[in-house]
C-alpha cells in the first residue's frame, strides 16, 4: 500500500487537474465515498472487488441515479476508505482509488501501479460536456462500439450516434453499435455510463488523452479491471448483464434473403433445401410479408394476405419439419400504412412539442416512430409480437433500429431524440425480452437487432454487422468488428455471410465467407435479390461446396453449444483474440486476421481471391494441428501454410476435446445418445481437459432449473501412458441418458486400451485410434491408453 501511494504522488507530479477545483471535505455513506469540491460533489462507490464507480454532480445540477447499462448492485463491505493528510483513498481487493487534495486529481490503480487518472476531470466545453483521462503512451485502446478502424482504435475520433453505414468494406468510423465504453492494452476499461450521443476521443491529438464529450446527462463512469482479459469481460458483463443461453436451433443454418415475396416462394426455398438434404433451422422472412411493395407499407405489422395467405398453415407445416420463421419489424409506422390510425389514436408515436404526432420523411415514405419509452407504445408494440408468436413465429428481427432516421425535434416518455437515441435499439430488444418472460416465460427468444447499446446483450440480442458490401473488401472487416464487439459483451456480432450489399457475383468470396461463417457466431447467409444467398438456390457445384460448409456447422454444434453456455455463465466471447492467450505479447495486440473460435480452435479466414498460402502465427502454450489433415505446428511459431480451396487453415490446440455430432437436418434431431469424441493428443501439453454441456435446447433458464447435463472430461499423460476420465454432472430435473461414444484420439499410436480396467479393442487410422466407449449414465470411465 505505502509503494502504490507513493508511486501515484510521484505519478501526480507531471498531471495536475483542474485547477479551479477545490477539494472541501469528504465523507463516507453506507460504503459510498462522497467528496464535496468548489465545483461540485464527487460520488465513488465500488460494484464488486475489481469495479468501481465514480460519478460527479456539477453545482446546482441533480444527481440522475438511472442507467440504462448497469444492473449490477453495489457490494457492501468490500471497500475501505482511509485518509491521509494529502489523499483519500477507497480501495477493495483488487482495485484503489485515490483522490489528491491539492491541487485536486483521482487516480486508479491496481497492484503496485496507477493505470489511469483524470486529466481534467469533468468540464464544459461550448455546446458539450467532458471527462478525460491520461493515457500511457504505449496503450492501446480498442472498444466504441463496431467499427473498422484496426484494432487499436487509438487516434482516432469517434462519433456515438448510432448510423448504418450502407455497403461498406474496410473502413467504417460509425456504425449501428456505438458503445461508450474503451478498453486498453493495459487490461483495464472504463464505461461511460451516459446513453446520449456524443463523441469518444481516443488521442486524436496524440496529447495522450482520452476523452468522453457527450451533449447531457450523467457524469458517471465504471472503471473495470481484471486478471485476465476473459476476467475482465466477465467483470464487465457482471456489470451490465450476462446474455442469456440462445436456443440450440439459433446456432443452425438460416435461409434468409432480402426477400421472400409469398408463402409460395418461402415454400419451394425451403423444398429445396429438404430436396438436396441441405440442414436448415430456419426461415427469415424481410419486409414482403407485410407488403408488396418495398415502399409505403412499413408499419402494417401484419401478413398481406394477399400473397401469404394461409401464414399460420406455413409456419405449422415449418415448425412440423423443425423449421423457424423467424420476422422482420421495424419502429416506424408510416402515415401509408393500415395501423397509422390506430397508432394516432392510442398515441404510441412520438410527438413534436406540441404533442402532435412527429412524422417525417424517410425512404420507406412518410413516417412516425413508435415510443417505446412510453408504457402504452411498449405495450402496443409487444401486443403486436405476442399475436405474431401465438401464429407461430418462432424468432424476432428488428432492424433499422439505430433508428435509422430519427430528427432531433422528436419528443419521447424517455427525452429528447438526441438524449436516447443511442438506446432505442437497446429498450426495442429489452420490451421484447421481458414480454417473453411475461408471456412465453419458457421460451428462449431470438432477437436479431442491427443496433444497441452497453448492456444489450443481457436481453438476448444477436447483433448484426449491418449492410456490408459483397465484397472482399467487406469480408475483411468482418473478423475486427465480431472480435472488439464480443469484448464489449457482445458475444453474437455475425455478418451477413456472402455479403450484403452490391450485385457482385463471385462464387470464391461466397464460399470463403461461408467458410469463415462456420466459426463465428451466427450462420446466416443473407443478401440482396440480385444474386442468391441461400446454400439451397446456388448453382450445383458451389452447392454441392456450401453443402460441406453447413454439415460441419452441424458436427460441431456440441462444441459451439458449449461456448455459449460458457458465454451465459461467464460473458467470454466465442470469438477471442490472440492476445488473449498471450496478453503480453505485444506483436498481437493488433492481430485479428487470425484468432480463437472458443479456447481450441485457431482460425484463419481467407479474404482475397485466388491466396495460394498464408502465415499464421501458433501460441506457445500448445503445440497445434490442423483439423483437416492432423499436421502439427509447434507451440510459439510462425508457419506458411498451403491454402486449399475447400477449408479455410483452422487448426486445434494440443490437449483439445472437441465433441461432434454427424450431420442432421435441423436441431430438432439433435441427441447426444451416440456422439464423437476428438482428444488431440499432444506431449507438450501433460493435462488438459474439456467439457460439453446439453441440456433440450429450447427452455427458459434450463441450467438454474437443474434440467441439463455437463460432461466432463480429463487427460492426462507422462509419455508412456494417456489417462482420459469422462465424468458427468446431471441436473436434478434432466433425464440423463447411456451414451455411445466414438473416442478418437488424434496423433498417437496404442499398444493397449483399456475402460475401467477392461481392455477395449480399438482401431487404428493412420495417426489416430478410435475407441468405442459405451458410457452408463450416471457413472464415470477411466481410458488408459498404454503408448
Known amino acids: 500500500m505505502k509503494k502504490l501511494l507513493f508511486l501515484l504522488l510521484i505519478s501526480s507530479l507531471s498531471f495536475a487537474q483542474n485547477a479551479n477545483r477545490k477539494f472541501e471535505s469528504f465523507k463516507e455513506v453506507n460504503n459510498t465515498l462522497e467528496i464535496n469540491t468548489s465545483e461540485g460533489q464527487y460520488i465513488i462507490k465500488a460494484y464488486s472487488e475489481k469495479i468501481v464507480e465514480t460519478s460527479f454532480i456539477p453545482k446546482g445540477e441533480t444527481f440522475n441515479p438511472n442507467s440504462q447499462a448497469v444492473v449490477l448492485a453495489p457490494k457492501t463491505g468490500i471497500s475501505k476508505i482511509i485518509e491521509t493528510p494529502s489523499f483519500i483513498h477507497l480501495y477493495t481487493k483488487g482495485i484503489l482509488v485515490s483522490v489528491q487534495k491539492s491541487p485536486f486529481q483521482i487516480f486508479y490503480g491496481k497492484g503496485n501501479q496507477m493505470f489511469l487518472s483524470e486529466k481534467n476531470g469533468y468540464s464544459k466545453k461550448e455546446n458539450a460536456e467532458v471527462i478525460d483521462f491520461n493515457l500511457d503512451s504505449s496503450e492501446m485502446i480498442y472498444g466504441g462500439g463496431a467499427r473498422v478502424l484496426g484494432m487499436n482504435r487509438r487516434g482516432n475520433r469517434l462519433q456515438l450516434y448510432n448510423r448504418a453505414s450502407y455497403g461498406y468494406e474496410t473502413r467504417a468510423d460509425l456504425m449501428n453499435f456505438c458503445i461508450p465504453m474503451v478498453l486498453s492494452s ?26 468522453y464529450e457527450t451533449i447531457s446527462g450523467r457524469k458517471t463512469y465504471q472503471v473495470i479491471v481484471g486478471d485476465s482479459w476473459t476476467d475482465l469481460i466477465s467483470n464487465y458483463t457482471d456489470l451490465t448483464g450476462k446474455q442469456p443461453l440462445p436456443a440450440r436451433w439459433t446456432l443452425g443454418n438460416f435461409s434468409s434473403r432480402f426477400g421472400y415475396h409469398s408463402q409460395e416462394e418461402v415454400e419451394k426455398t425451403i423444398k429445396k433445401f429438404e430436396d438436396d438434404q441441405i440442414p436448415v433451422d430456419a426461415v427469415i422472412l424481410d419486409l414482403y410479408w407485410f407488403g408488396k411493395e418495398m415502399k409505403g407499407t412499413m408499419g402494417n405489422l401484419d401478413w398481406e394476405k394477399e400473397t401469404f395467405p394461409n401464414p399460420e398453415k406455413m409456419m405449422a407445416d415449418l415448425n412440423a419439419k423443425g423449421i423457424k420463421t423467424v420476422l422482420i419489424t421495424e419502429p416506424f409506422v408510416l402515415t401509408t400504412s393500415k395501423k397509422w390510425q390506430e397508432a394516432v389514436d392510442k398515441k404510441v ?16 415514405g412518410n413516417t412516425g416512430i413508435i415510443d417505446i419509452f412510453k408504457p402504452e407504445g411498449k405495450d402496443w408494440f409487444w401486443n403486436i409480437y405476442k399475436r405474431l408468436i401465438n401464429q407461430g413465429v418462432g424468432g424476432l428481427w428488428g432492424d433499422l433500429g439505430e433508428p435509422e432516421v430519427f430528427p432531433s425535434e422528436a419528443l419521447t416518455a424517455g427525452g429528447k431524440s438526441d438524449e436516447i437515441h443511442n438506446v432505442y435499439g437497446h429498450n426495442w430488444a429489452k420490451l421484447i425480452a421481458d414480454g417473453y418472460k411475461k408471456d412465453f416465460p419458457n421460451q428462449r427468444p431470438f432477437i436479431l437487432m442491427r443496433a444497441g447499446y452497453s448492456g444489450s446483450q443481457r436481453f438476448g440480442m444477436m447483433p448484426w454487422s449491418g449492410d456490408v458490401s459483397r465484397s472482399w473488401g467487406g469480408l475483411q472487416s468482418q473478423t475486427e468488428i465480431s472480435l472488439q464487439m464480443g469484448m464489449q459483451g457482445m458475444a453474437y456480432m455475425h455478418s451477413d455471410l456472402g455479403g450484403f450489399a452490391g450485385d457482385y457475383f463471385d462464387n470464391e468470396l461466397y464460399l470463403r465467407w461461408l467458410q469463415y461463417g462456420v466459426f463465428q457466431p451466427i450462420f446466416r447467409p443473407h443478401a440482396q435479390e440480385e444474386v442468391a444467398s441461400e446454400v439451397a438456390r446456388k448453382d450445383i457445384i458451389t452447392k454441392a461446396k456450401a453443402k460441406k460448409l453447413v454439415e460441419l456447422r452441424y458436427q460441431l454444434l456440441p462444441y459451439n453449444y458449449t461456448l455459449a453456455f460458457e458465454n451465459s455463465q461467464k460473458g467470454t466471447p466465442l470469438m477471442r483474440p490472440l492476445f488473449f492467450e498471450e496478453p503480453n505479447n505485444t506483436k498481437l495486440l493488433t492481430v485479428c486476421e487470425t484468432y480463437l473460435w472458443g479456447n481450441d480452435f485457431l482460425v484463419t479466414p481467407i479474404t482475397k481471391s485466388g491466396v495460394t498460402s498464408t502465415s499464421v502465427y501458433f501460441p506457445k502454450n500448445n503445440n497445434w494441428f490442423d483439423f483437416y489433415s492432423d499436421e502439427e505446428q509447434l507451440a510459439g511459431t510462425t508457419s506458411t501454410i498451403t491454402v486449399v480451396e475447400d477449408h479455410i487453415p483452422v487448426f486445434v490446440r494440443g490437449g483439445a476435446f472437441i465433441p461432434m455430432i454427424k450431420t442432421i437436418q435441423n436441431t430438432s434431431k439433435y441427441s447426444l445418445d451416440n456422439f464423437d469424441l476428438h482428444y488431440y493428443f499432444d506431449a507438450k501439453t ?55 461414444v466414438s473416442f478418437i484420439v488424434h496423433n498417437i499410436k496404442a499398444k493397449s486400451v483399456t475402460g475401467n480396467g477392461k481392455t477395449i479393442a480399438f482401431k487404428t487410422v493412420k495417426n489416430n485410434i478410435e475407441i468405442p466407449v459405451s458410457w452408463k449414465k450416471g457413472t464415470a470411465m477411466e481410458i488408459k491408453i498404454q503408448l
Open 186 to 211: 493495459k487490461m483495464y476499461a472504463v464505461h461511460f455510463d451516459n446513453s446520449a450521443i456524443g463523441y469518444l476521443d481516443l488521442d486524436s491529438k496524440k496529447e495522450n488523452t482520452l476523452a
Open 349 to 364: 408515436v412520438a410527438t413534436d412539442k406540441n404533442g402532435n404526432p412527429f412524422t417525417y420523411d424517410f425512404y420507406f
Open 686 to 740: 501433460t493435462q488438459s481437459s474439456g467439457k460439453l454441456y446439453n441440456d433440450d435446447g429450447k427452455t427458459a433458464n434450463a441450467f438454474e432449473k437443474g434440467a441439463f447435463e455437463v460432461l466432463n472430461f480429463n487427460g492426462n499423460t507422462n509419455g508412456k501412458t494417456v489417462v482420459v476420465k469422462l465424468s458427468s454432472e446431471v441436473g436434478k430435473n434432466f433425464p440423463s441418458s447411456d451414451k455411445n
